[in-house]
Nanobody, 124 residues
């Protein structure tokens, strides 16, 4: 069974940092583009970042996180990461990772398999 598991969420103060992980089981991540999404309380799900297949040389970011978040992948560990710095209260959300067949699919949020999410709370 194809499965994605997010981890690394938690409670952090404004200005703090967290690193989220998206680990795959049952398949290899290297052939998939991976996207991070989030859903804040009372809001619709939004795209956060995408990374291209294999070497992950292409990335994109939502305007709200660009310059603060960094997506990366370690194919040897079958894991994709989202480093989140300078966190703001408005970053509070459940964060999800998901697979896409390629870069264009991820860019346009055409995702196939989803994890169950990890909660990030940014609060004083």
């Amino acid at each position: 069974q194809l499965q994605l598991v997010e981890s690394g969420g938690g409670l952090v103060q404004p200005g703090g940092s967290l690193r989220l992980s998206c680990a795959a089981s049952g398949f290899s991540l290297d052939a998939y583009a991976i996207g991070w999404f989030r859903q804040a309380p009372g809001k619709e799900r939004e795209g956060v970042s995408c990374i291209s297949r294999f070497g992950g040389m292409r990335t994109n970011y939502a305007d709200s996180v660009r310059g603060r978040f960094t997506i990366s992948r370690d194919n040897a560990k079958n894991t994709v990461y989202l480093q989140m710095n300078s966190l703001k209260p408005e970053d509070t959300a459940v964060y999800y990772c998901a697979t896409a067949r390629g870069w264009s699919e991820c860019f346009n949020s055409r995702m196939d398999y989803w994890g169950k999410g990890t909660l990030v709370t940014v609060s004083s």
